[in-house]
């Protein structure tokens, strides 16, 4: 029902930035919000940073002055403006979206298929 298109990972060295973004498409009635989350190898998936339709933001402690999460509404896209990115960033990085559907005018939960992020000398 709904795709989330993510683009921007790599390899940078420490300090570098990146730019990760995500574009959600299909039967879209309302993004409710937009954000990421990352999972480097064994450890858990947790959230990165989330903008909500309001435009409120909410970061993890860790990439707080770091990262920047932004959004294009009309284009229900996301942004993530990764800054002095360093190696304990290295993680796979998943968008997602809380969308109500065209559907049942409920909302659900969509993950992009991931993005690999490896910040490395």
């Known amino acids: 029902q709904v795709h989330l298109a993510e683009s921007g990972g790599g390899l940078v060295q420490p300090g570098g930035s990146l730019r990760l973004s995500c574009a959600a498409s299909?039967?879209?009635?309302?993004?409710?919000?937009m954000g990421w989350y990352r999972q480097a190898p064994g450890k858990e998936r947790e959230l990165v940073a989330v903008?909500?339709?309001?435009?409120?933001?909410e970061y993890a402690d860790s990439v707080k002055g770091r990262f920047t999460i932004s959004g294009e509404n009309a284009k229900n896209t996301v942004y993530l403006q990764m800054n002095s990115l360093k190696p304990e960033d290295t993680a796979v990085y998943y968008c997602?979206?809380?969308?109500?559907?065209?559907?049942?005018?409920?909302?659900?939960?969509?993950w992009g298929p991931g993005t690999q992020v490896t910040v490395s000398s």
């Open positions: 997602n979206a809380r969308v109500v559907v065209t559907t049942d005018y409920n909302e659900h939960a969509y």
């Open positions: 903008m909500f339709s309001g435009g409120m933001t």
């Open positions: 299909g039967s879209i009635f309302r993004v409710n919000a």
